[in-house]
């Protein structure tokens, strides 16, 4: 009867140490290397670049990492380009949504569709659709572009199955400002 009472205080123990160590590794991050100046993790997600190669996020913000040779890649910013004799500007956002897996009436905030960060690809070629230039969208999910009077199909080329965003086809012409929204889907369920 002895050897089963030591036996199991000692099962006890090695319960306790494990749970113990477990706490300190996952708890307090022992194994973990932050960033400086905060614990924030980029999502593993990968945007397709014109040239057929892939880049993932990287910095402290997150942003996609440049593509290798993107010399017809258009930073956004948060000014409106001004049109140039013949072009017209398209203003745009792109969103991630859903947000939450279960979305409840009435809606809540924090479920509200995001702003996407990402490479948005802009064709003339509506049919078989091939990169005339990709544009970089803001943070905030904000883009804009001067292009010739004409009609282009604005799209975010899908780098894995999710998430999957809609194709927008934009008829601008000369002197125009036309806003247009891509909506993403994240397949959150």
Known sequence: MNNKMLLFGVGIGVVIIV???SYVIFQK???????????????QETMLCPDG??????????AFAACPGATNTTSSTSSTPAP??????INGTISLSPT???ERIPPDPACAPRAYQTLIAVSKN???PTPLMTIQSSASGTFSVSLPAGEYLFYAPASSAYPRCNEQLVAI???DAKNVA???DTGIR
């Not at 991050?29 to 999502?43: E, K, L, R, V, Y």
């Not at 140039?84 to 500007?89: E, Q, R």
Request: charged share 5%; net charge negative; hydrophobic share 30%.
């Open 19 to 21: 749970i113990a160590t």
């Open 29 to 43: 991050g022992i194994f973990s290397n932050p960033p400086p100046g905060g614990d924030m993790a980029c999502t």
């Open 53 to 62: 190669s892939y880049v993932g996020r990287t910095g402290p913000n997150c």
């Open 84 to 89: 140039t004799p013949g072009n017209g500007v």
């Open 100 to 102: 939450c897996p279960v």
């Open 126 to 128: 509506i049919e078989t």
């Open 173 to 175: 012409a000369a002197g």
């Open 182 to 184: 891509i909506s993403c």
